[in-house]
């Protein structure tokens, strides 16, 4: 790896950069040290370079770097910083544009080293420490992060390591490449030698909190879609990869002028161990069929028995149905860098050989089909159209060079007013908190915002489509605490009769937690029975949201508009945490799903309440910061047990979550630790605590006599006798 070679420099102030424009700030600071003059800043701008000056002060150097402004068109910009905490100063010289800059002795970075260099890496993060003449120095780089992430997180990781680099440059290449948008390299000189425990902990530091651009989602990605239960991503998502792979299907026959013979699905880890519970089998073919996830023949033109008789349409193409497989567990090695466990192949075959289609849900009912035989550069989510050629997916700008590339069409209609490079101006929660203090916006608004860009709607479309879904939430209560129907396994289906008959009676508990937890268990209970619901974030926690908000609507009949809103500024936040942790039980275990359910509806409440941004940020990270950890070990496989319940109970976590947010509680650990502290813990969860019925309450005697019970069900999916 090239290094960049730096003018010399003695950071006791003796020595000089090379004669040039910063002579000014460099006699500043001699002048400075030499009076003791304090609190006092200095800011020197020539055409080519700028320089600041000011005590040393973490916080005024934050604000600095981020006032300076990359030149638009060049690829390379320069930031390089000298500290003196003795002194009490801190000197920034920034280059807006380096390769004009005749008299600054520095070798630029190998662009095209560098990107290569970064796009092998799986990471997107490069780490090195060095230790050289009684100092140790650091190289430091990430792709594809925002700027005031980088400056926020590498500021804030040597401030809490309570030491600060005496020497410190930051290179920011622009957009070079698609998959290497955004390279920063930080080099650092800490006039100190460093032990292995401090260069380990800030190697830990660095690569967990300089995440990248956040990729924004619509609210009804996380609230929504209204779908047939039991799970968002085993069924819904599951529907989605049916439908994606059918579409992918009729354009490749389109274009190889050749009809498939037969089709086959594979279900590989979490949709092989618990798919039959779910019903995942029958959605991925109720998909195929082109049926959408809350249609009420969906399961059904799904399930072995029919598409044996019936095979799958494909646009007038009847093609015959190989069988629902379970893959072996050798077969999953293909994908273990996917960081996935909802896997589905579908395998088509052809006169000519096969193809397998390879999709991923991802949580929440949404899905990336990331491989056509190989890896795709573009995964397909079913939200943007695009085309097939000879092997390839295409987006619609590079499918223009080619006449007959035949379309692929979007499973969900976006309006041609969004904008689908759209980034927002945050990246994470206390970013989002920074914003809009900085602006002077209001939360909402910001909701309103994002999703106009995203979606190309107006607010009143917006507030249109999530009253209808508020109108499904309410009926699942409604239903739920009605109904005495038991499940499947008749494991669950009247337990919320029994608690809102016995909340009605009882004075102690006739109160939003009283209510909350009966009509939580009555959402959960339609879900287990493969009613109608809204998946928020998840079919398995699809109870709190509309439980807690449903209970509070009834004791301070609030205003309509303002219940509506609650509902998107939850999904909101859901989005945020999303790009860091998915919401598929699969991944990240039941905090993922009750987890970030209870901090939604906390979010929801403390809203209608009148909270303030803060405040509804900080009930959302006190309700993941109590469920972290939680694991995910449904019974055979089934949502109902300990599902739930679980959502009746955590409804109350929501509720004292949000109390504790607007009486002035604080989490002492900041909201983005939290997330990625959830991020850890999920990741060091145990397979069998990941929805794949392989511990926890599934392998008790009880959950084994559910699991034998089960048996039948499953055999009938996977041909087996």
């Known amino acids: ?58 916080t005024k150097l934050e604000k600095t770097l981020s006032s300076l402004i990359p030149y638009k068109y060049q690829p390379y910009s320069l930031y390089r910083i000298i500290s003196n905490k003795a002194n009490n100063y801190m000197l920034t010289i920034f280059y807006n544009d380096i ?108 690569e967990r909190y300089l995440h990248r651009y956040i990729k924004p989602m619509s609210v009804f990605d996380i609230v929504g879609p209204s779908m047939v239960g039991p799970s968002s991503s085993h069924t819904a998502g599951a529907n989605k990869i049916g439908n994606i792979a059918r579409n992918m299907i009729i354009a490749k026959s389109k274009f190889d002028a050749q009809i498939p013979t037969s089709i086959e699905v594979r279900l590989l880890s979490s949709f092989r161990d618990t798919g039959p519970g779910h019903y995942t089998p029958s959605a991925i073919g109720g998909g195929l069929w082109g049926l959408e996830p809350d249609h009420p023949q969906m399961l059904q033109h799904g399930d072995p028995a029919f598409l044996v008789a019936n095979g799958i349409d494909l646009e007038g193409m009847v093609v015959p149905f190989s069988g629902y497989k379970k893959g072996a567990i050798e077969e999953e090695s293909k994908y273990k860098n996917e960081n996935n466990n909802n896997i589905a192949e579908i395998v088509v075959y052809t006169e000519s050989g096969k193809y397998i289609i ?37 987006k619609a700008s590079e499918a223009k060079k080619f006449e007959n590339a035949v379309l692929i069409p979007a499973i969900v209609t976006i309006s041609a007013q969004a904008k689908s490079n759209y980034s927002t101006p945050f990246n994470s929660f206390e970013e989002l908190d920074d914003y809009l203090k900085r602006e002077k916006k209001k939360l909402i608004d910001v909701v309103f915002e994002v999703e106009s860009n995203l979606q190309g709607t107006t607010t009143e479309e917006t507030l249109t489509r999530v009253a209808e879904y508020w ?99 939850s999904g909101f936040l859901g989005m945020i945490l999303f790009n860091d942790v998915t919401t598929a039980g699969a991944d990240y275990g039941c905090q993922a799903e009750v987890g970030t359910g209870a901090a939604m509806a906390a979010a929801a409440l403390t ?47 929501a509720i004292s979550a949000s109390l504790m947010a607007l009486s002035g509680v604080r989490s002492f650990v900041s909201p983005d630790e939290v997330i990625l502290t959830m991020k850890e813990v999920g990741d060091k969860l145990h397979h069998d605590y990941k929805e794949t019925a392989g511990g926890g309450l599934a392998k008790t005697r009880d959950g084994k006599a559910v699991d034998r019970a089960f048996e039948s069900e499953v055999r009938r999916f996977f041909g087996e006798k």
Not at 607 to 627: C, P, R, T, V, W
């Open 471 to 569: 109108r499904i939430m309410k009926a699942s209560v409604k239903k739920g605490i009605k109904s005495r129907e038991l499940s499947l396994l008749k494991l669950t289906g009247k337990d919320a009769y029994k608690i809102n008959a016995y909340v009605k009676k009882n004075p102690l508990f006739d109160n939003i937690y009283g209510k909350a937890a009966a009509y939580a268990v009555a959402v959960n209970e339609v879900n287990a029975k493969c009613g109608v619901i809204v998946a928020c974030p998840t079919a398995g926690s699809c109870g709190i949201l509309p439980g807690v908000i449903q209970a509070y609507s009834e004791i301070a009949k609030p205003d309509r508009t303002k219940l509506l809103e609650s509902i998107l500024i």
């Open 1 to 58: 790896m090239k290094q960049p070679t730096i003018s010399p420099i003695n950071i006791s102030i003796d020595a000089r950069f090379e004669r040039s424009e910063i002579d000014y700030c460099i006699d500043i600071v001699e002048d400075r040290i030499a009076s003791k003059q304090t609190a006092k800043s200095f800011r020197h701008k020539e055409e080519l370079e700028e320089c600041i000056l000011h005590d040393f002060n973490h």
């Open 99 to 206: 390769t004009e800059n005749n008299q600054t002795s520095v070798t630029l970075p190998d662009i095209k080293e560098n990107i290569t260099e970064m796009k092998e890496n799986k990471k997107g993060f490069v780490f090195e420490a060095t230790i050289n003449n009684n100092k140790t120095n650091l190289v430091l780089k990430s792709i594809n992060s925002a700027k005031s992430t980088v400056i926020t997180n590498v500021i804030e990781t040597f401030q809490k390591h309570n030491i600060f680099p005496e020497y410190m440059e930051i290179w920011y290449i622009k957009k070079h490449d698609k998959k290497v948008k955004s390279l920063y390299i930080v080099n650092c000189t800490l006039n100190t030698v460093l032990n292995k425990m401090d260069i380990q902990s800030l190697h830990d530091d660095f």
């Open 607 to 653: 809203y209608l309440e009148d909270g303030s941004s803060q405040e509804i940020i900080q009930a959302f990270i006190l309700a993941i910061k109590n469920s972290l950890g939680l694991i995910c070990d449904p019974v055979a496989g089934l949502v109902e047990v300990p599902c739930v319940k679980r959502n009746g109970i955590f409804s109350s976590v």
């Open 358 to 394: 390879t999709g991923f849900s991802i949580g929440g009912g949404n899905v990336e089909v990331r491989y056509l035989n190989t890896r795709l550069t573009t995964p397909l989510t079913g939200k943007e159209e695009l085309y097939y050629h000879n092997g390839n997916i295409l």
